[in-house]
């Protein structure tokens, strides 16, 4: 049963995580904000240089924002199993490194790409597609996030788009006033 609760945990944490940052953060981001596009999406930009090698406090904040999710499992993870919930923290934090190895041109063994591939879970080459285009292959560690995702990034569009027609109604309203 203990070593049971330690996968346990450990894989709600890691699916949890990655569903909430996915829906609640990274999504939303690629919608509304401006910030995390520029510093992950951006043609002109090294997304290794952003999220690595600058000082900018900015960067940190995306990144925070980002892991909060998972962070906010702790608590609820470390009643059932404190084991877990480290094991989950740290296989999260390791698969960020990985997936962001494809800058250094890194390309995933055959057998590990298939087990990847079995469990859903992202590689660095599927990571480097969302890099290269914001549109494609949402979610950072398990790819089924992704048709959801795309779903909720359309409604999204549709939200924002509304709400710009009803702003601009309403300030053209008040100029015929």
């Known amino acids: 049963m203990f070593v049971t609760k330690i996968i346990l945990v450990a894989t709600l944490l890691l699916f949890i995580g990655d569903f909430l940052s996915t829906f ?18 951006s043609k002109n930009r090294s997304f290794i240089h952003y999220a690595v090698l600058t000082r900018n406090p ?8 980002g892991a909060l999710p998972y962070f906010l499992f702790i608590p609820f993870g470390w009643q059932i199993s404190p084991i877990g919930t480290i094991v989950g923290i740290v296989l999260g934090e390791l698969h960020v490194i990985w997936r962001h190895v494809s800058i250094i041109n890194w390309q995933t063994p055959k057998a590990i790409a298939f087990v990847c591939k079995i469990f859903c ?48 109604s309403s300030s053209n309203n008040r100029s015929q006033a």
């Open 58 to 65: 900015l960067v940190l904040l995306d990144g925070f924002l």
């Open 24 to 41: 609640l953060y990274h999504v939303p981001e690629h919608v509304f904000g401006k910030f995390h596009t520029l510093v992950h999406h």
């Open 121 to 168: 879970i992202t590689t660095p080459e599927r990571h480097l597609l969302h890099h290269e285009d914001g549109n494609l292959a949402y979610g950072d560690i398990f790819t089924f996030f992704h048709r959801p995702a795309i779903a909720w990034m359309d409604f999204l569009i549709a939200v924002k788009k509304k709400y710009r027609r009803l702003q601009l």
